[in-house]
């Protein structure tokens, strides 16, 4: 902190958009975001342990359209870290980074990859809430 | 290399001046990685679990978590994400917040809050799983 005066590397403008920057921020969103979601299952958690009272409380809660809402971005979010995340481990041990893979004129896999993730991220987010729903119609049947 | 030290050629001074490695800031990372890990198949397993409990009634939320292997995994899914969100959050304010009063304020209260709330919920699960 001391020391100002050291030179500073270029800001976002001067790089050429890729997919993995949409890929780090999100994964730096969700992840707060999911912070939040571990209160909400601490809630729950703490809710069933008490009463009756208290779980509707929190049943209710996560019912309504804004506790739908939530639920809703708290999976994708969940999802999104989590598919994003093993991309992470992927590349942490050391795999995906060969010349062929980077080279997105060639062979576009180090960033279809990022695309990939997002679309499975999406994709299981809407199984999930398609599974939600359906068993909200057949259980009130 | 009994000339050379344990240093290499670096004066130990320059470790001590905090411009050398501290041999430990590989510790932050590989619990982030572990606990990571950890976090795959618990979330999935989550979100399995959280379907079944969706649009559930107090009785059978409770017999759902109290099944012992359901309150074993619940205790580690907890852990492990209040550890691995505790580590997530250290890093972001590490890199946004650089007033130094701000900065420690908020990590501590990311330790504090972090801890309190994994013992919570220990606390709850345990609870539903003995008390029935």
Redesign the interface.
């Known amino acids: 902190m001391s020391q100002t005066a050291r030179p500073l590397s270029p800001h976002l403008q001067i790089y050429r958009w890729r997919v993995n920057m949409l890929q780090s921020t999100l994964h730096r969103l969700s992840g707060l975001f999911l912070c939040l979601g571990g209160l909400l299952l601490a809630w729950g958690l703490i809710a069933a342990a008490c009463n009756a009272g208290a779980w509707a409380a929190f049943a209710a809660f996560c019912g309504s359209p804004f506790g739908i809402a939530l639920l809703i971005a708290w999976t994708w979010a969940l999802l999104f870290h989590l598919c994003n995340g093993i991309q992470h481990l992927y590349r942490d041990a050391g795999m995906g980074y060969d010349a062929a893979q980077r080279d997105h004129m060639r062979t576009p896999s180090y960033f279809a990859m990022g695309w990939v993730v997002i679309a499975v991220s999406l994709i299981l987010t809407a199984l999930v809430w398609i599974c939600v729903f359906a068993r909200a119609s057949g259980g009130a049947a | 290399m009994s000339a050379i030290g344990e240093n290499g050629l670096r004066n130990p001074l320059k470790t001590a001046r905090s411009y050398g490695s501290a041999q430990s800031g590989v510790h932050h990372w590989w619990v982030q ?1 572990v606990t ?2 950890a ?2 198949p618990l ?2 397993w989550f ?1 399995w679990l959280a ?1 079944g409990l ?6 059978t ?2 017999a759902v ?1 109290g099944q012992p292997v359901h309150a074993v995994l ?1 205790i580690a899914l ?1 852990v492990a ?2 550890w691995h ?1 505790a580590l ?2 250290q890093v ?1 304010i590490e890199d946004y917040v ?1 007033t ?1 009063w701000k900065e420690i304020a908020l990590q501590l209260a990311v330790r504090f809050g972090a801890f309190i ?1 994994a013992v ?2 220990i ?3 345990a ?2 799983a003995l008390t029935r």
């Not at chain 2, 969706?54 to 009785?59: L, N, P, Q, R, V």
């Open positions: 990685r990571a890990v976090l795959i979330g999935l979100i379907l969706a649009h559930a009634d107090f009785d939320a409770r978590i619940l907890v994400l209040f969100g997530g959050l972001v650089h130094r709330a919570a919920c606390l709850a699960i609870r539903i």
